[in-house]
């Protein structure tokens, strides 16, 4: 009889075993979910708390008054726009933290002077701005004052007076961006020009100050020809007043009188 007992009993038992491991593994995960959901409300409220300690340190960062922009540094500041940077700046301050320096960098290069800026925070409240700046190479005089002009006619200013060394232009607009392009065969000769304009057919109009001659050098070398005509001027026209000289031509020279020796022998 015993053995016969043995099969019902061990069903029993291997059921009752499989059915208490499954419980105890059923128990064991929920345990670790519950663990992981403790864990991860522990991080988010260490988030929470990071994020608002930082926001409120942030927020007196920003509202410190010795972290305020009080001075802005300028190396190589513009000469004849300095109002324009000054109203530029005047609308720039605040925390030196939270100044927004690539718009205010795009502000002052709106400024024709300005060809270039750099920028950079000095802490605990001062701005450091870095100039590189257009030089005037023209000007021209219009309604009392002197407009400034780089070499390409863009103008960079104004001025009451005009700045020796600068190559004046006569006429407006139109002989400004004629005249521009010549800046080149210009810039040898820009501390002796009286003025230069434009003329077609003959195109540049150049005066030397001390010489009474106007002179039309074409499109280049200018400083070479007029110094050519220069050396052969006596022999060319001996005691005659020349009043216009061409030069357009390449190895040759031709000039005007004035008009009372025209007629003469």
Known sequence: MR???????????????KSNNLTVTREKKIHSIQMRTVHLLLLLALALAAALAV????????????????RFRLQRPP?????????VLRRHG??????????????????????????????????????????????????GSFRLL?????????????????????????????????????????????YVAWGEPRGIELKLRGLPEVFHPGDSDFSGRIGHYLRLRDRLAP???????????PGRIYFELHEEQRGEP
Do not use: H
Request: hydrophobic share 50%.
């Open 79 to 87: 000469r004849y726009a300095r109002g324009q940077v000054e109203a």
């Open 94 to 143: 605040g925390s030196i933290l939270a100044l927004d320096l690539k718009r205010l960098q795009a502000r002052l290069l709106e400024i024709p002077e300005v060809a270039a800026v750099s920028l950079r925070r000095v802490l605990p409240d001062t701005v450091e701005i870095a100039f590189s700046l257009r030089r005037p190479f023209f000007l021209q005089e219009r309604d």
């Open 150 to 194: 780089d070499e390409s006619g863009r103008e960079l200013g104004r001025a009451a007076a005009a700045p020796p060394g600068l190559v004046a232009v006569r006429g407006g607009d139109e002989a400004v961006a004629a005249v521009a392009p010549f800046a080149g065969p210009l810039r040898p000769l820009a501390g002796r020009i009286e």
């Open 3 to 17: 053995p016969a007992m043995e099969g019902p009993l061990r069903f029993e038992a291997d059921f009752f075993r």
């Open 55 to 70: 926001s409120r340190a942030a927020d007196w960062l920003l509202g410190c008054e010795a972290l305020q922009v009080r």
């Open 239 to 249: 005691g005659s007043a020349v009043a216009r000289v061409d030069l357009r031509i």
